[in-house]
């Protein structure tokens, strides 16, 4: 049975509650890099997990997927990092379209989408799926497994400010996560901790500590990182974790040859004790 809100905007759920919309045809300024993406997510709980539209960067859309630089068009939003000159604002801003369903229930979203060029033509097609279980009374897992595919008959090229030039490990671009909190969020994996730590690593999963401005605590738990992947995070300037896929070098969906991703984010009320990550992800199905 299908789950659908008002105004065409999915819904996830989980026993019977909401835990997430998603958003399908964002009617945004092409400046913004429209897309599909998750918000607001929520705890089981009802916490909210997830930010959009935020007015330090606008283009900053709850959990989504998304590339500053594919082929050279910004699927990504806002200024594009040049080269030798830094952000620059470019008429070179894509869009990542919905082009048909193959699924739709309460806990589960399957569909193809289309990444297009400023003159619309496809660079990427996806196909992607969102589903969402339980995991214990205080928790539940979303899962979003994409696999791209060139559409231009040539190997695409998926980069980052950071492969275009910019210092400070700047390498977002991929599954990203806004997140919301009123304080400075916690981050750390099983090796490391901080923000300057998690950066650009590449450990299994990442945990994620923040507290919404309304006071609910969560802890998100995310995994998939593909070969050559790395973590990129921040906590101070704005809260948020991103599956890079191209954090320090570029990365290519080769022609023929399809890019498998599968992202997983355990979304849980309160703060987790770090000891006790290990073992709810053991308990993954």
């Known amino acids: 049975m299908t789950a659908t809100a008002a105004g065409g905007v999915e819904r ?25 993406y998750l918000h607001p997510v929520r705890t089981r709980a009802g916490t909210p997990v997830t930010d959009a539209l935020p007015a330090d960067h606008v283009w900053h859309l709850g959990a989504s997927l998304a590339v500053q630089d594919v082929d050279g ?10 080269r030798g000159s830094g952000y620059t604002w470019r008429d ?37 799926r969102l589903t969402a279980a339980p995991a214990g009374d205080d928790a539940w897992w979303l899962t ?22 910019r210092p400070g490990g700047a390498g977002y671009g991929g599954f990203f996560w806004r997140a919301v909190t009123g304080v400075e ?11 300057e ?26 995994t998939g ?5 790395r ?11 991103c599956v890079a896929y191209a954090f320090d070098r570029p990365a290519v969906v080769a022609a023929g040859t399809p890019r498998r991703n599968r992202h997983r984010v355990l979304v849980v009320d309160g703060h987790l004790d770090p000891a006790a990550v290990p073992a709810r992800l053991a308990a993954s199905p």
């Open 144 to 165: 979003v497994s994409s696999t791209l595919t060139s559409a231009t008959g040539a190997d695409v090229r998926l980069g980052s400010p950071a492969t275009n030039g």
């Open 92 to 128: 070179d801003h894509g869009v990542v379209a919905h082009t048909g369903w193959r699924e739709r229930a309460a806990d589960r979203l399957d569909h193809d989408l289309a990444w297009r060029d400023p003159a619309g033509r496809p660079l990427l097609r996806e196909h992607r």
């Open 197 to 222: 730590a998690v950066n650009g690593s590449a450990a299994p999963w990442l945990a994620f500590a923040g507290t919404a401005p309304g006071g609910g605590a969560y802890t998100l738990v995310v």
């Open 73 to 82: 068009t910004n699927l990504w939003g806002g200024r594009t990092y040049v």
């Open 225 to 229: 990182l593909g070969p050559g992947d």
């Open 185 to 195: 969020a916690r981050v750390w994996t099983g090796e490391a901790s901080g923000e």
């Open 12 to 36: 996830l759920v989980v026993a019977g509650t909401e835990v997430a919309r998603y958003v399908l045809r964002p009617e945004l300024d092409p400046r913004h890099g429209p897309r599909p």
């Open 231 to 241: 973590w990129f995070v921040r906590t101070a300037m704005y809260p948020g974790v």
